[in-house]
Protein backbone atom coordinates (compact mmCIF):
# COMPACT_ATOMS: atom_id res chain seq x y z
CA UNK A 1 0.00 0.00 0.00
CA UNK A 2 2.93 2.53 0.28
CA UNK A 3 3.25 5.13 -2.18
CA UNK A 4 6.88 4.49 -3.82
CA UNK A 5 8.55 8.00 -3.38
CA UNK A 6 10.85 7.04 -6.27
CA UNK A 7 12.81 4.24 -6.65
CA UNK A 8 14.96 4.94 -9.09
CA UNK A 9 14.90 8.42 -9.33
CA UNK A 10 16.70 11.18 -6.12
CA UNK A 11 13.86 13.23 -5.03
CA UNK A 12 14.84 16.72 -3.44
CA UNK A 13 12.69 17.86 -0.63
CA UNK A 14 13.21 21.25 -1.53
CA UNK A 15 12.67 24.65 0.34
CA UNK A 16 10.66 23.54 3.50
CA UNK A 17 9.40 26.02 5.90
CA UNK A 18 12.10 24.60 8.69
CA UNK A 19 14.27 21.67 8.91
CA UNK A 20 15.55 20.30 12.05
CA UNK A 21 19.41 20.21 10.46
CA UNK A 22 22.26 22.56 10.26
CA UNK A 23 23.02 23.20 6.68
CA UNK A 24 19.77 21.98 5.12
CA UNK A 25 17.54 25.42 4.43
CA UNK A 26 16.84 24.52 1.05
CA UNK A 27 16.09 20.77 1.55
CA UNK A 28 17.49 17.40 1.54
CA UNK A 29 17.67 15.28 -1.34
CA UNK A 30 16.50 11.04 -0.61
CA UNK A 31 17.64 7.96 -2.91
CA UNK A 32 17.41 4.76 -2.04
CA UNK A 33 16.20 5.12 1.05
CA UNK A 34 18.75 7.40 2.67
CA UNK A 35 19.06 11.04 2.84
CA UNK A 36 22.24 11.54 0.19
CA UNK A 37 22.85 15.27 0.74
CA UNK A 38 21.65 18.38 2.07
CA UNK A 39 20.89 21.77 0.33
CA UNK A 40 22.36 24.72 2.17
CA UNK A 41 20.68 28.21 1.90
CA UNK A 42 21.65 29.60 -1.82
CA UNK A 43 22.75 26.33 -3.03
CA UNK A 44 21.37 23.42 -5.61
CA UNK A 45 21.82 19.68 -5.13
CA UNK A 46 24.82 18.68 -6.75
CA UNK A 47 23.36 15.76 -7.85
CA UNK A 48 21.78 16.00 -11.35
CA UNK A 49 18.11 14.35 -12.51
CA UNK A 50 16.14 14.88 -9.47
CA UNK A 51 12.78 14.98 -9.24
CA UNK A 52 11.19 17.59 -6.66
CA UNK A 53 8.74 17.67 -3.52
CA UNK A 54 7.89 21.18 -3.04
CA UNK A 55 8.20 21.29 0.48
CA UNK A 56 7.19 25.49 1.32
CA UNK A 57 4.85 24.36 4.00
CA UNK A 58 5.88 21.56 5.80
CA UNK A 59 8.50 21.50 8.93
CA UNK A 60 10.50 18.28 8.61
CA UNK A 61 11.93 16.48 11.06
CA UNK A 62 13.67 13.67 11.09
CA UNK A 63 11.10 10.77 11.96
CA UNK A 64 10.76 10.07 15.71
CA UNK A 65 11.13 7.20 17.03
CA UNK A 66 9.01 5.33 19.51
CA UNK A 67 10.92 3.08 22.19
CA UNK A 68 8.03 1.49 24.74
CA UNK A 69 4.58 0.20 23.82
CA UNK A 70 2.28 -2.73 24.13
CA UNK A 71 0.02 -2.20 20.98
CA UNK A 72 -2.36 -4.80 22.69
CA UNK A 73 -2.75 -2.62 25.35
CA UNK A 74 -4.92 -0.39 22.84
CA UNK A 75 -7.92 -2.46 23.50
CA UNK A 76 -7.71 -1.97 27.19
CA UNK A 77 -7.76 2.09 26.77
CA UNK A 78 -9.50 3.97 29.48
CA UNK A 79 -11.09 0.93 31.67
CA UNK A 80 -13.26 1.87 34.23
CA UNK A 81 -11.66 -1.25 36.20
CA UNK A 82 -7.64 -0.11 35.82
CA UNK A 83 -8.14 3.70 36.19
CA UNK A 84 -7.28 5.58 39.34
CA UNK A 85 -4.74 2.57 40.42
CA UNK A 86 -1.12 2.49 41.13
CA UNK A 87 1.53 0.02 38.73
CA UNK A 88 0.20 -3.49 41.07
CA UNK A 89 -3.22 -2.89 41.28
CA UNK A 90 -3.71 -1.50 37.84
CA UNK A 91 -1.91 -4.48 36.68
CA UNK A 92 -4.17 -7.03 39.02
CA UNK A 93 -6.90 -4.87 37.29
CA UNK A 94 -6.13 -5.71 33.77
CA UNK A 95 -4.69 -8.91 33.40
CA UNK A 96 -7.72 -11.17 33.49
CA UNK A 97 -9.03 -9.07 30.49
CA UNK A 98 -5.55 -9.20 28.18
CA UNK A 99 -5.49 -13.02 28.99
CA UNK A 100 -8.53 -12.91 26.44
CA UNK A 101 -6.47 -11.70 23.74
CA UNK A 102 -7.11 -13.41 20.31
CA UNK A 103 -4.87 -13.22 17.37
CA UNK A 104 -7.65 -11.13 15.54
CA UNK A 105 -8.08 -8.75 18.19
CA UNK A 106 -4.43 -8.24 18.32
CA UNK A 107 -3.97 -7.51 14.73
CA UNK A 108 -6.22 -4.85 14.75
CA UNK A 109 -4.46 -3.16 18.66
CA UNK A 110 -1.61 -3.19 16.53
CA UNK A 111 -2.78 -1.85 13.77
CA UNK A 112 -4.41 0.73 15.55
CA UNK A 113 -1.39 1.82 17.24
CA UNK A 114 0.81 1.69 14.64
CA UNK A 115 -1.33 4.11 12.22
CA UNK A 116 -1.72 6.45 15.32
CA UNK A 117 1.59 6.55 15.97
CA UNK A 118 2.51 6.75 11.74
CA UNK A 119 -0.12 9.32 12.08
CA UNK A 120 2.00 11.34 14.56
CA UNK A 121 5.52 11.51 12.82
CA UNK A 122 6.96 8.58 14.15
CA UNK A 123 8.75 6.30 12.06
CA UNK A 124 10.26 3.41 13.95
CA UNK A 125 8.49 2.04 16.79
CA UNK A 126 9.36 -0.88 19.36
CA UNK A 127 6.88 -3.05 21.14
CA UNK A 128 6.82 -4.86 24.06
CA UNK A 129 4.37 -7.69 24.02
CA UNK A 130 4.75 -10.44 26.78
CA UNK A 131 1.14 -11.99 26.97
CA UNK A 132 0.80 -15.40 25.39
CA UNK A 133 -2.31 -17.30 26.12
CA UNK A 134 -3.48 -20.53 24.43
CA UNK A 135 -3.69 -19.72 20.92
CA UNK A 136 -2.02 -16.62 20.75
CA UNK A 137 1.83 -18.03 20.14
CA UNK A 138 2.44 -16.12 16.73
CA UNK A 139 1.80 -12.92 18.20
CA UNK A 140 5.12 -11.59 16.87
CA UNK A 141 4.98 -12.57 13.36
CA UNK A 142 1.04 -11.26 13.56
CA UNK A 143 3.09 -7.46 14.66
CA UNK A 144 6.02 -8.08 11.74
CA UNK A 145 2.81 -9.03 9.22
CA UNK A 146 1.25 -5.37 10.51
CA UNK A 147 4.64 -3.50 10.33
CA UNK A 148 4.70 -4.36 6.74
CA UNK A 149 1.57 -3.80 5.42
CA UNK A 150 2.13 -0.59 6.79
CA UNK A 151 5.65 0.50 5.55
CA UNK A 152 6.79 1.22 9.44
CA UNK A 153 10.28 0.12 10.58
CA UNK A 154 10.28 -1.56 13.85
CA UNK A 155 11.96 -3.43 16.64
CA UNK A 156 9.73 -6.03 18.02
CA UNK A 157 10.77 -7.75 21.37
CA UNK A 158 9.80 -11.24 22.15
CA UNK A 159 8.40 -10.54 25.80
CA UNK A 160 7.82 -13.13 28.23
CA UNK A 161 6.27 -14.16 31.85
CA UNK A 162 7.06 -17.49 33.73
CA UNK A 163 6.47 -15.98 37.48
CA UNK A 164 2.59 -16.70 37.30
CA UNK A 165 0.34 -16.38 40.45
CA UNK A 166 0.98 -19.98 41.38
CA UNK A 167 4.54 -18.97 41.93
CA UNK A 168 4.03 -15.76 43.78
CA UNK A 169 3.98 -13.45 40.37
CA UNK A 170 1.15 -11.36 39.51
CA UNK A 171 -0.05 -12.64 36.30
CA UNK A 172 -2.79 -15.51 36.03
CA UNK A 173 -1.22 -18.68 34.68
CA UNK A 174 -3.29 -18.75 31.29
CA UNK A 175 -0.95 -15.96 30.13
CA UNK A 176 2.73 -17.23 31.42
CA UNK A 177 5.08 -19.59 29.44
CA UNK A 178 7.99 -22.09 30.65
CA UNK A 179 11.10 -21.00 29.98
CA UNK A 180 12.00 -23.71 27.43
CA UNK A 181 9.20 -22.70 25.71
CA UNK A 182 10.08 -19.35 25.77
CA UNK A 183 13.34 -19.25 24.49
CA UNK A 184 12.62 -21.42 21.87
CA UNK A 185 10.54 -19.34 20.52
CA UNK A 186 12.67 -16.33 20.81
CA UNK A 187 15.08 -17.92 18.18
CA UNK A 188 12.51 -18.76 15.99
CA UNK A 189 11.16 -15.03 15.66
CA UNK A 190 15.01 -13.76 15.51
CA UNK A 191 15.78 -16.39 12.71
CA UNK A 192 12.80 -15.84 10.62
CA UNK A 193 12.36 -11.93 11.30
CA UNK A 194 15.60 -10.36 12.16
CA UNK A 195 17.36 -8.10 9.60
CA UNK A 196 20.79 -6.92 9.95
CA UNK A 197 22.09 -3.75 8.68
CA UNK A 198 21.24 0.07 8.08
CA UNK A 199 18.45 -0.58 5.90
CA UNK A 200 16.75 -3.51 8.00
CA UNK A 201 13.29 -2.59 8.63
CA UNK A 202 12.26 -5.16 11.13
CA UNK A 203 14.17 -6.06 13.95
CA UNK A 204 13.60 -8.67 17.06
CA UNK A 205 15.06 -7.95 20.43
CA UNK A 206 14.07 -9.83 23.65
CA UNK A 207 12.33 -8.67 26.74
CA UNK A 208 11.04 -9.97 29.94
CA UNK A 209 7.94 -7.99 30.98
CA UNK A 210 10.21 -6.95 34.20
CA UNK A 211 12.74 -8.94 36.14
CA UNK A 212 9.94 -9.65 38.82
CA UNK A 213 7.76 -11.72 36.55
CA UNK A 214 10.47 -14.11 35.09
CA UNK A 215 12.85 -16.10 37.01
CA UNK A 216 16.60 -15.53 37.45
CA UNK A 217 17.04 -18.69 35.40
CA UNK A 218 14.94 -16.70 32.25
CA UNK A 219 17.23 -13.20 33.13
CA UNK A 220 19.90 -15.19 32.86
CA UNK A 221 19.60 -17.20 29.76
CA UNK A 222 17.63 -14.33 27.79
CA UNK A 223 21.45 -12.16 28.02
CA UNK A 224 23.06 -15.00 27.14
CA UNK A 225 20.58 -15.91 23.98
CA UNK A 226 20.64 -12.07 23.32
CA UNK A 227 24.62 -12.09 23.12
CA UNK A 228 24.54 -15.79 21.02
CA UNK A 229 22.20 -14.15 18.69
CA UNK A 230 23.24 -10.41 18.68
CA UNK A 231 20.02 -8.66 19.65
CA UNK A 232 18.95 -6.27 21.67
CA UNK A 233 17.61 -6.61 25.39
CA UNK A 234 14.94 -4.68 27.02
CA UNK A 235 12.63 -4.83 29.80
CA UNK A 236 10.91 -2.57 32.55
CA UNK A 237 13.09 -0.92 35.82
CA UNK A 238 12.38 0.97 38.58
CA UNK A 239 9.27 2.01 37.02
CA UNK A 240 7.96 2.67 41.30
CA UNK A 241 9.08 2.54 44.56
CA UNK A 242 7.48 -0.61 45.21
CA UNK A 243 9.43 -2.58 43.16
CA UNK A 244 13.05 -1.28 45.14
CA UNK A 245 10.76 -2.26 48.52
CA UNK A 246 10.00 -5.89 47.07
CA UNK A 247 13.35 -6.23 45.52
CA UNK A 248 15.29 -5.33 48.99
CA UNK A 249 12.80 -7.80 50.52
CA UNK A 250 12.88 -10.68 47.95
CA UNK A 251 16.27 -10.25 46.68
CA UNK A 252 18.30 -8.41 48.97
CA UNK A 253 19.37 -5.92 46.72
CA UNK A 254 18.16 -3.29 44.32
CA UNK A 255 16.79 -3.76 40.88
CA UNK A 256 19.96 -2.84 39.19
CA UNK A 257 21.90 -4.79 41.01
CA UNK A 258 19.77 -7.24 40.14
CA UNK A 259 19.61 -6.54 36.43
CA UNK A 260 23.39 -6.94 36.52
CA UNK A 261 23.76 -10.38 38.71
CA UNK A 262 21.80 -10.95 35.35
CA UNK A 263 23.98 -10.13 33.14
CA UNK A 264 21.76 -7.27 31.46
CA UNK A 265 23.90 -4.10 32.63
CA UNK A 266 25.44 -3.29 29.04
CA UNK A 267 24.77 -1.53 25.68
CA UNK A 268 22.39 -4.67 24.40
CA UNK A 269 20.31 -3.20 26.99
CA UNK A 270 17.40 -0.19 26.99
CA UNK A 271 15.28 0.10 29.96
CA UNK A 272 11.91 1.46 30.08
CA UNK A 273 11.22 4.01 32.92
CA UNK A 274 14.44 4.30 34.86
CA UNK A 275 12.54 6.25 37.61
CA UNK A 276 14.15 5.62 40.83
CA UNK A 277 17.75 5.18 40.20
CA UNK A 278 19.90 6.74 42.72
CA UNK A 279 23.31 9.03 41.91
CA UNK A 280 25.69 6.12 41.62
CA UNK A 281 23.59 3.81 40.11
CA UNK A 282 22.90 6.50 37.15
CA UNK A 283 26.72 6.49 36.30
CA UNK A 284 26.80 3.05 36.41
CA UNK A 285 23.92 2.88 33.61
CA UNK A 286 25.96 5.20 31.81
CA UNK A 287 29.20 3.62 31.79
CA UNK A 288 27.64 0.47 30.64
CA UNK A 289 26.10 1.95 27.56
CA UNK A 290 22.32 0.86 29.09
CA UNK A 291 20.16 3.47 27.61
CA UNK A 292 16.39 4.37 29.26
CA UNK A 293 13.11 4.83 27.27
CA UNK A 294 11.56 7.83 29.06
CA UNK A 295 7.52 7.82 29.26
CA UNK A 296 6.28 10.96 30.84
CA UNK A 297 2.22 10.32 30.05
CA UNK A 298 2.74 7.09 31.42
CA UNK A 299 4.63 7.92 34.41
CA UNK A 300 1.85 10.98 34.76
CA UNK A 301 -0.73 9.21 34.38
CA UNK A 302 0.21 5.93 36.88
CA UNK A 303 1.83 8.96 39.53
CA UNK A 304 4.77 6.28 39.49
CA UNK A 305 7.46 9.51 39.28
CA UNK A 306 9.59 11.19 37.10
CA UNK A 307 12.56 10.45 35.25
CA UNK A 308 16.05 12.10 36.50
CA UNK A 309 16.61 13.00 32.29
CA UNK A 310 18.83 15.73 33.18
CA UNK A 311 21.09 13.72 35.43
CA UNK A 312 21.09 10.90 33.54
CA UNK A 313 22.36 12.47 30.34
CA UNK A 314 25.11 14.36 32.83
CA UNK A 315 25.54 10.50 33.62
CA UNK A 316 26.08 9.53 30.31
CA UNK A 317 22.92 7.85 29.50
CA UNK A 318 21.37 8.36 26.46
CA UNK A 319 17.19 9.23 26.93
CA UNK A 320 14.67 8.19 24.11
CA UNK A 321 11.02 9.09 24.40
CA UNK A 322 7.86 6.09 24.51
CA UNK A 323 4.54 6.22 24.82
CA UNK A 324 4.06 3.41 26.41
CA UNK A 325 1.05 0.91 26.48
CA UNK A 326 -1.78 2.44 25.65
CA UNK A 327 -3.83 1.33 28.90
CA UNK A 328 -1.37 3.57 31.01
CA UNK A 329 -1.17 6.46 28.15
CA UNK A 330 -4.23 6.18 26.10
CA UNK A 331 -2.72 7.70 23.22
CA UNK A 332 -0.14 6.14 20.68
CA UNK A 333 0.67 9.96 19.57
CA UNK A 334 4.29 10.21 19.78
CA UNK A 335 4.26 13.92 18.85
CA UNK A 336 2.49 14.41 21.74
CA UNK A 337 4.68 12.50 24.19
CA UNK A 338 7.52 14.86 23.01
CA UNK A 339 5.10 17.73 24.40
CA UNK A 340 4.37 16.17 27.35
CA UNK A 341 8.21 15.23 28.29
CA UNK A 342 9.02 18.58 27.36
CA UNK A 343 6.59 19.97 29.61
CA UNK A 344 7.47 17.47 32.80
CA UNK A 345 11.36 17.76 32.24
CA UNK A 346 11.28 21.48 32.36
CA UNK A 347 8.76 21.34 35.40
CA UNK A 348 11.51 19.56 37.04
CA UNK A 349 14.78 21.48 35.62
CA UNK A 350 13.84 24.86 34.64
CA UNK A 351 14.02 26.86 31.73
CA UNK A 352 17.45 26.64 31.27
CA UNK A 353 18.28 23.53 31.18
CA UNK A 354 15.41 21.83 29.05
CA UNK A 355 14.30 23.37 25.70
CA UNK A 356 11.64 22.27 23.67
CA UNK A 357 15.10 21.15 21.21
CA UNK A 358 16.06 18.57 23.77
CA UNK A 359 12.45 16.55 23.83
CA UNK A 360 12.62 16.60 20.09
CA UNK A 361 16.31 15.68 20.59
CA UNK A 362 14.74 12.78 23.03
CA UNK A 363 12.46 11.72 20.62
CA UNK A 364 14.72 11.13 17.40
CA UNK A 365 19.02 10.76 18.48
CA UNK A 366 18.09 9.61 21.73
CA UNK A 367 15.22 6.84 20.78
CA UNK A 368 17.83 6.03 17.98
CA UNK A 369 20.41 4.95 20.66
CA UNK A 370 17.85 3.43 22.63
CA UNK A 371 17.43 1.31 19.31
CA UNK A 372 20.76 0.86 18.91
CA UNK A 373 20.39 2.30 15.36
CA UNK A 374 22.36 5.40 15.04
CA UNK A 375 21.69 5.58 11.37
CA UNK A 376 18.27 7.06 12.23
CA UNK A 377 16.84 9.82 14.36
CA UNK A 378 19.00 12.19 12.56
CA UNK A 379 18.90 14.22 9.14
CA UNK A 380 22.22 14.07 7.99
CA UNK A 381 23.86 12.99 5.15
CA UNK A 382 24.13 9.16 4.73
CA UNK A 383 21.46 8.55 7.69
CA UNK A 384 17.99 7.09 6.84
CA UNK A 385 15.11 8.74 5.13
CA UNK A 386 12.94 8.87 7.88
CA UNK A 387 11.22 12.35 8.03
CA UNK A 388 8.11 13.51 9.49
CA UNK A 389 6.42 16.82 7.91
CA UNK A 390 3.97 18.83 9.89
CA UNK A 391 1.83 21.65 8.60
CA UNK A 392 1.43 25.15 10.22
CA UNK A 393 -2.01 25.37 8.61
CA UNK A 394 -4.27 24.44 11.70
CA UNK A 395 -5.81 27.13 14.35
CA UNK A 396 -3.18 25.82 16.45
CA UNK A 397 -0.54 27.10 14.92
CA UNK A 398 -2.04 30.55 14.15
CA UNK A 399 0.29 33.34 14.49
CA UNK A 400 3.40 31.07 15.59
CA UNK A 401 6.75 32.48 15.48
CA UNK A 402 9.17 30.14 15.47
CA UNK A 403 7.75 27.04 13.55
CA UNK A 404 10.23 24.30 15.12
CA UNK A 405 9.21 25.30 18.67
CA UNK A 406 5.25 25.99 17.28
CA UNK A 407 5.77 22.18 17.06
CA UNK A 408 6.07 21.17 20.50
CA UNK A 409 4.50 24.21 22.30
CA UNK A 410 1.54 24.70 20.23
CA UNK A 411 0.47 21.10 20.62
CA UNK A 412 1.48 19.57 17.31
CA UNK A 413 0.04 16.13 17.01
CA UNK A 414 -0.76 14.82 13.49
CA UNK A 415 2.14 14.71 10.85
CA UNK A 416 1.14 15.55 6.98
CA UNK A 417 3.07 13.54 5.42
CA UNK A 418 5.61 11.16 6.63
CA UNK A 419 8.78 9.16 5.03
CA UNK A 420 10.42 5.79 5.92
CA UNK A 421 13.27 4.26 3.89
CA UNK A 422 12.44 6.79 1.22
CA UNK A 423 8.84 5.44 0.82
CA UNK A 424 5.43 7.74 1.94
CA UNK A 425 3.30 6.06 4.02
CA UNK A 426 1.46 8.96 5.30
CA UNK A 427 0.29 11.73 2.85
CA UNK A 428 -2.58 14.23 3.09
CA UNK A 429 -2.37 13.33 6.86
CA UNK A 430 -3.62 9.66 5.76
CA UNK A 431 -2.37 6.08 5.32
CA UNK A 432 -2.87 5.55 1.69
CA UNK A 433 -5.02 2.21 1.70
CA UNK A 434 -5.76 1.95 5.08
CA UNK A 435 -9.81 2.62 5.76
CA UNK A 436 -9.54 4.21 8.97
CA UNK A 437 -13.27 4.11 9.84
CA UNK A 438 -13.45 0.63 8.93
CA UNK A 439 -10.51 -0.84 11.39
CA UNK A 440 -12.04 1.72 14.09
CA UNK A 441 -15.10 -0.17 13.88
CA UNK A 442 -13.48 -3.59 13.96
CA UNK A 443 -11.00 -2.20 16.79
CA UNK A 444 -13.83 -1.00 18.78
CA UNK A 445 -15.64 -4.23 18.51
CA UNK A 446 -12.81 -6.53 19.74
CA UNK A 447 -12.10 -3.91 22.33
CA UNK A 448 -15.48 -4.49 23.99
CA UNK A 449 -15.54 -8.24 23.28
CA UNK A 450 -12.46 -8.32 25.36
CA UNK A 451 -13.91 -6.24 28.21
CA UNK A 452 -17.39 -7.99 28.32
CA UNK A 453 -15.46 -11.37 29.04
ZN1 LIG B 1 5.44 -0.61 29.67
Given at each position: MSQELSQQQPVWIKDPLAILAEGAERGVVVDRGRIVELVPAGAMPGISGVTVFEAGQHVILPGLINTHHHFYQTLTRALPAAMDRELFPWLQALYPVWARLTPEALDLGVTVAMAELLLSGCTTTTDHHYVFPAGLEDAVDIEVAVAKRLGMRVLLTRGSMNRSQRDGGLPPDSVVQDEDTILADSERVVAKHHERGEDAMVQIALAPCSPFSVTTS???????????????????????????????????????????????????????HGIFFNAAEMQRIGKAGTSISHCACSNQILASGCCPVCEMEEAGVAIGLGVDGSAS?????????????????????????????????????????????????????????????????????????????????????????????????????????????????????????????
Open positions: LMRATSALADKLDVRLHTHLAETEDENSFCEATLGCRPLDYLEQCGWLGRRTWLANDASNLMQEVRAAFLLQRARYGVTRVSHKDALRWATKGSAACVGRPELGEIATGKAADLALFKLDELRFSGAGDPIAALVLCGAHRADRVLVRGRWVVTDGAIPGLDLTDVIRRHSAAARKMQAG
